[in-house]
Structure formats: structure tokens, C-alpha cells
Nanobody, 122 residues
């Protein structure tokens, strides 16, 4: 499967963005999916994960209540709706897929997109 993220951009503090992750080459419903992010000079950190059919969802504490992960397997697309964005949310955001259960462990993910930049200005 190939993953391509889109929807990133520049937004002001308190603004909103919706990221998309389009899958091709395989059926998205076969994969548990996650969103991760990497700020300059920092490691790649977990943001959110969702099981194959959306029954199990998990968020990093830093984004809980502000971000929503969802998926539409009929469109082979994963989403990340982000509200109340803060400058500390500035990072490159990656979607990733894996077989089996969803997890916050980035090392468990087998397929990654190329990332999309999100910049939040203060």
C-alpha cells in the first residue's frame, strides 16, 4: 500500500486544519492506522491511532479533545481533524499503517507516507 498525506499548511494559533491520508495499491480496511508528527530537531511522536474499522481509537494526551482521527474505508482515506491548533503543534505530520491492532508504537508501523507540513503561527 502507498500512503499520501495532504491538507497541511499555515494556520494561525487557534485555527483548524483537516489532514487526509489517501491509500492506494491495497485496501485500507486491512490496516490499523496512525498519525504521527515530527517537529524540527525532535523525534517522531504518536498523535492518534484507529483500528481497522474504527472501533478503537487512541490519542496522545497533548491532542486529546482537540484532534479527531477517523477513516472512510469506502474511500480508502484516513483523516485527522485538528482544532484549537497551537504553535507547539507545528510539525511534519505522517500517516502510517500496520497489520494487526492499532498501537502508539511507531516502530510497529510497516508503511509510512511522505508527510505533510503543518505550521501554526502565534
Amino acid at each position: 500500500v502507498q500512503l499520501v498525506e495532504s491538507g497541511g499548511g499555515l494556520v494561525q494559533d487557534g485555527g483548524s486544519l483537516r489532514l487526509l491520508c489517501a491509500a492506494s495499491g491495497a485496501t485500507l480496511s486491512s490496516y490499523a492506522m496512525g498519525w504521527f508528527r515530527q517537529a524540527p530537531g525532535q523525534g517522531r511522536e504518536f498523535v492518534a491511532s484507529i483500528s481497522t474499522h474504527g472501533a478503537y481509537i487512541n490519542y496522545a494526551t497533548s491532542v486529546k479533545g482537540r484532534f479527531t482521527i477517523s477513516r472512510d474505508n469506502t474511500k480508502n482515506t484516513l483523516y485527522l481533524q485538528m482544532h484549537s491548533l497551537r504553535p507547539e503543534d507545528t510539525a511534519v505530520y505522517y500517516c502510517a499503517g500496520k497489520y494487526g491492532p492499532a498501537t502508539a508504537d511507531r516502530g510497529a508501523y510497516e508503511v509510512w507516507g511522505q508527510g505533510t507540513q503543518v505550521t501554526v503561527s502565534s
